[in-house]
Nanobody, 119 residues
Framework: QVQLAESGGGLVQRGGSLRLACAASEKLERIATMGWYRQAPGSQRELVAEVADGGTANYADSVKGRFTISADNAKVTVDLQMNSLQPEDTAVYFC?????????????WGQGTQVTVSS
């Protein structure tokens, strides 16, 4: 069973920075996307940023210009550099990797790491 290990969450003040890291427990083939989602209390899980096969990065409007995603398909790692953090960025952040199996997508999720931004 493939596992995604996340690290880098924590408590930071408004305007601060954090870097989240995620690594898969084994090599994955036919990667479709690698990215990060987040879920705040009482809210649905939402996409923060992801990199599609081919290298195109997609960001939520709320984080554009502040967050930067980097992914390495060969190493199966995906990092998220978060700058200028705001209290509304407070959430549990989940690493996500999707792979192709025949014509279906298979989703892998990390356990989540808490990011708390104080005002």
């Amino acid at each position: 069973q493939v596992q995604l290990a996340e690290s880098g969450g924590g408590l930071v003040q408004r305007g601060g920075s954090l870097r989240l890291a995620c690594a898969a427990s084994e090599k994955l083939e036919r990667i479709a996307t690698m990215g990060w989602y987040r879920q705040a209390p009482g809210s649905q899980r939402e996409l923060v940023a992801e990199v599609a096969d081919g290298g195109t990065a997609n960001y939520a409007d709320s984080v554009k210009g502040r967050f930067t995603i980097s992914a390495d398909n060969a190493k199966v790692t995906v990092d998220l550099q978060m700058n200028s953090l705001q209290p509304e960025d407070t959430a549990v952040y989940f690493c996500h990797i999707a792979t192709w199996y025949q014509r279906f997508k298979v989703d892998y999720w990390g356990q989540g790491t808490q990011v708390t931004v104080s005002s």
